[in-house]
């Protein structure tokens, strides 16, 4: 994460006032460092490129920025020794609940911190850090004041055809239906007939594979399942997340 944004600062001085002694990275997709790690937070696309002999060196492993699959998660969890997938935002000083892979599906608040529903969007309260009433643009199923589902951003929702769709529920049920699928993930693209015609990202597949991801489409509600296949190098953002919208969708 670079220092130069928020959110990066705001890890920068955290670690600082707990005295952490810190390694200064590059910002890239593929890292090295030297030594041993007590903790490490990156996007999961960064920490899926990490060779086991660097991940060996690391204690803790906390993922941020982007949602993990259950093909991801599988393969972090054979790779690193402690995983945390964290949940938060720069409005609330970045994290404010974590969840644990490998344990249950859901996240469980850190300390002071409750969170209710408005709506379909996700609302935050941590009075200790002066977030009151925060309104979010996720979308999430709440179990109780401390623990919740995240299903998806509300502002990366796929409108199509009328319907709402989360992509990141996409991803999951791919990967239920097809758990070792290539490397892939769902979008959307500007179409005329459907407003936003979601689409599967994925590296090349063999017809093989392709037969059997559209078997996975199956599993699927009519209007949950992608309307195409788009095969090559997969779209990412500057900051190495999955890029799930074409320009103009």
Same mark, same amino acid.
């Given at each position: 994460?670079? =220092?130069?944004g928020?959110?990066?600062?705001?890890?920068?001085?955290?670690?600082?006032?707990?005295?952490?002694?810190? %390694?200064?990275?590059? =910002? +890239?997709?593929?890292?090295?460092?030297?030594?041993p790690?007590d903790?490490? /937070?990156?996007?999961? %696309?960064?920490?899926?490129?990490?060779?086991? %002999?660097?991940?060996?060196?690391?204690?803790?492993?906390?993922? #941020? #920025?982007?949602?993990? $699959?259950p093909?991801?998660?599988?393969? !972090?969890?054979?790779?690193? $020794?402690?995983v945390? &997938? #964290?949940f938060?935002?720069?409005?609330t000083?970045? &994290?404010?609940?974590?969840?644990? @892979?490998?344990?249950?599906?859901?996240?469980?608040? @850190?300390?002071?911190?409750?969170?209710?529903?408005?709506?379909? $969007? @996700?609302?935050?309260?941590?009075?200790?850090?002066?977030?009151? /009433?925060?309104?979010?643009?996720?979308?999430?199923? =709440?179990? $109780?004041?401390?623990?919740?589902?995240?299903?998806g951003?509300?502002?990366?929702?796929?409108?199509? #055809?009328?319907?709402?769709?989360?992509?990141?529920?996409?991803?999951?049920?791919?990967a239920?239906?097809?758990?070792? &699928?290539?490397?892939?993930?769902?979008?959307?693209?500007p179409?005329?007939?459907?407003?936003? +015609? !979601?689409?599967?990202?994925s590296?090349? @597949?063999?017809?093989?594979?392709?037969?059997?991801?559209?078997?996975?489409?199956?599993?699927?509600?009519?209007?949950?399942?992608?309307?195409?296949?788009m095969?090559?190098?997969?779209?990412?953002? +500057?900051?190495g997340?999955?890029?799930?919208?074409?320009?103009?969708?």
């Open positions: 994460m670079d =220092v130069a928020t959110g990066g600062r705001l890890m920068l001085w955290r670690a600082l006032e707990l005295g952490m002694t810190l %390694q200064i990275l590059p =910002v +890239a997709r593929h890292l090295t460092w030297e030594g790690l903790f490490l /937070a990156l996007v999961p %696309q960064q920490a899926l490129s990490l060779s086991p %002999q660097l991940a060996a060196q690391v204690d803790s492993l906390l993922l #941020g #920025g982007a949602p993990v $699959s093909q991801e998660e599988e393969q !972090l969890l054979n790779t690193f $020794s402690s945390f &997938h #964290g938060g935002m720069t409005e000083l970045s &994290h404010v609940a974590l969840r644990t @892979l490998g344990g249950e599906p859901y996240y469980t608040c @850190l300390p002071g911190v409750t969170v209710s529903l408005d709506q379909e $969007s @996700l609302v935050i309260d941590a009075p200790q850090r002066g977030v009151h /009433a925060l309104r979010t643009t996720d979308a999430a199923e =709440v179990h $109780s004041p401390t623990s919740f589902t995240w299903l951003r509300l502002d990366g929702a796929v409108l199509s #055809g009328g319907k709402k769709i989360f992509p990141e529920s996409i991803d999951h049920a791919i239920a239906a097809y758990p070792e &699928h290539p490397t892939g993930f769902a979008g959307a693209v179409d005329a007939e459907w407003g936003e +015609a !979601l689409v599967w990202y590296l090349p @597949l063999s017809d093989t594979e392709r037969h059997r991801l559209l078997k996975a489409f199956e599993s699927l509600a009519s209007w949950q399942r992608p309307k195409r296949i095969e090559g190098e997969l779209p990412v953002t +500057a900051s997340k999955w890029k799930r919208k074409a320009e103009g969708s």
